[in-house]
């Protein structure tokens, strides 16, 4: 497990813009005697927008005073119509990782949160296929096998439901190649974020790599999202290319591409975890 510093917390705010927030919050935290150690903040539209705020605080026995200063947040944003939310960062999400077989997101993910550089533990790596399970357990982490097969994918989802729902804070979908169902989403009750091998929204659904080929493309890359019950549509958290030429065959784009979504999938996966990221109708703010 990857811990985060200790009495640090984050608060989000996030709600209608008008003057005065940045004064409360900031009264909130002098309050409380804490220090504000970062602070990101962004408005979509001054007179009628949206606003956005991430605090970084340090506050000396922060465990301790965690349900005081929940209590006061909410009434010092009562008044603005805000919602905001203040988290520990010393203890980190729990992420489950979905996989199939392609390995390369997968293992870059655990890789990554074994050398420290993702801020979450992870209590199990869920597939529909065995084919990955020597190389999840060499991290140390349980490997579940969720056979998914056939058109009717309700007995898969509801294993998976059992796992996850109530042990989990976020979902990440390791290259899972199968379709999540919006009752699915519904129930699992956390955000589910996607890595999708083409540039969104350009080639969407199978085979992006091809058609890309097809297409005599100059860029491809990768895209990383939420997952909504519209395929491949969801907030985009994070985006990038690479230039590739003609002299490029299909599965040198997709060599170079799988490079591409690990870096997309694993800078998507830290921004939430250090919860950089708001969502506002279909697209995402990230600090």
């Not at 085979?207 to 519209?230: F, M, N, Q, S």
């Not at 290319?241 to 694993?266: I, K, M």
């Amino acid at each position: 497990m990857t811990a985060g510093p200790q009495d640090q917390a984050c608060l989000v705010v996030q709600g209608p813009d008008r003057p005065g927030i940045v004064a409360a919050v900031s009264a909130f935290v002098a309050r409380h005697h804490g220090n504000i150690v970062s602070l990101d903040q962004y408005s979509d539209d001054p007179e009628g927008g949206e606003f956005f705020q991430r605090l970084v605080l340090h506050h000396p026995g922060l465990r301790a005073a965690l349900p005081e200063l929940q209590a006061d947040l909410a009434e010092t944003l009562e008044p603005f119509g805000l919602q905001g939310r203040i988290t520990d960062l010393s203890v980190p999400p729990r992420m489950a990782v979905l996989a199939s077989t392609s390995a390369h997101c997968l293992l870059d993910l655990l890789w990554r949160h074994r050398g420290g550089e993702l801020p979450v533990s992870v209590p199990m790596v869920i597939s529909n296929h065995p084919d990955l399970a020597d190389d999840v357990r060499t991290f140390g982490i349980p490997f579940v096998h969720v056979p998914s097969q056939g058109a009717d994918k309700a007995a898969a989802e509801a294993e998976i439901l059992r796992l996850l729902v109530g042990n989990v804070d976020v979902v990440v979908l390791a290259r899972y190649m199968q379709i999540l169902s919006g009752d699915f989403l519904q129930k699992i009750g956390v955000p589910v974020i996607n890595i999708h091998h083409s540039f969104l929204p350009a080639f969407i659904g199978a085979a992006p790599y091809r058609k890309a080929k097809e297409r005599g493309v100059k860029l491809i890359g990768a895209t990383a999202h939420y997952v909504t019950e519209d395929l491949d549509e969801g907030p985009i958290i994070e985006q990038d290319v690479v230039r590739v030429t003609h002299a490029d065959s299909a599965a040198d784009l997709q060599r170079r591409g799988a490079d591409v979504e690990r870096a997309v999938l694993s800078r998507a996966v830290l921004w939430h975890a250090q919860q950089r990221v708001f969502r506002s109708g279909n697209h995402c703010i990230v600090f």
